[in-house]
């Protein structure tokens, strides 16, 4: 079945400091989803791409799919102490609805 | 508005025991997904509504799990004869129509705890 991998599964960013994380599918992808989960919450939607080579920004946050829509990385520039969470990416594969999540990238940040 | 409501917020329970977890989907929503999320993981796929009837219950690891959907809003898990390995957090999401590139919205979930 379809695997979503990502890395790095820890990142620990100082304050004001960039970072990327990496999605990679072992299918192509209609679409990738980025949801960011704070601690003892639950998973918050930030972000779809639909399109191979898409790129779209949220304030400090840039998101990219990549051209063969198999992979995607998320971007975080001067990296604050509200960013701290573990973000996922997810997707469904081309021919399927269910979202297939990735484990995450748990980001801490020292101040 | 209302997101996606999740009740209860935690679950205790003893081993061998039957649970119920209730969600309440964003109102006008025709999907709704269920997901199980254990501690380090990502959420894991467990099933599918649309409308009334399960369109997908792949995910489900066994006949111990149920879900139902009677009026096309609230839905409720059902899992019987707990085990231990069941402990986790439970995530409905709701879609406005399920088309793959619908957005879901998560719950709160419900954290299950087997004694």
């Known amino acids: 079945g379809q695997q979503v991998m990502q890395i790095p599964q820890y990142q620990h960013v100082q304050e004001g400091e960039d970072f990327t994380t990496y999605c990679n599918s072992s299918?192509?992808?209609?679409?990738i989803q980025w949801y960011k989960q704070r601690p003892g919450g639950h998973p918050v939607f930030l972000i779809q791409l639909v399109k191979s080579g898409e790129v779209k920004k949220q304030k400090r946050l840039t998101f990219q799919f990549g051209e063969a829509k198999k992979n995607s990385s998320l971007h975080i520039t001067a990296t604050q102490t509200t960013d701290v969470g573990t973000y996922f990416c997810?997707?469904?594969?081309?021919?399927?609805?269910?979202?297939?999540f990735g484990a995450g990238t748990t980001v801490t940040v020292r101040a | 508005g209302a997101g996606v409501s999740q009740t209860p917020s935690n679950k205790v329970t003893e081993k061998g025991k039957y649970v119920e977890l209730r969600c309440d989907p964003i109102?006008?929503?025709?999907?709704l997904y269920w997901y199980r999320q254990s501690l380090g993981q990502g959420p894991e796929f467990l099933i599918y509504?649309?409308?009334?009837?399960?369109?997908?219950d792949s995910g489900l690891p066994n006949d111990r799990f149920f879900a139902v959907r009677p009026e096309g809003s609230v839905s409720t898990l059902k899992i019987q004869r707990t085990e231990r390995g069941d402990s986790a957090v439970y995530l409905c999401?709701?879609?406005?129509?399920?088309?793959?590139?619908?957005?879901?919205?998560f719950g709160p979930g419900t954290r299950l705890t087997v004694l």
């Open positions: 999401a709701s879609s406005f129509s399920g088309s793959r590139v619908d957005t879901q919205y």
């Open positions: 299918t192509t992808l209609s679409n």
């Open positions: 997810a997707g469904p594969s081309s021919n399927d609805y269910k979202l297939s």
């Open positions: 509504f649309q409308g009334t009837g399960a369109a997908d």
């Open positions: 109102s006008g929503h025709t999907a």
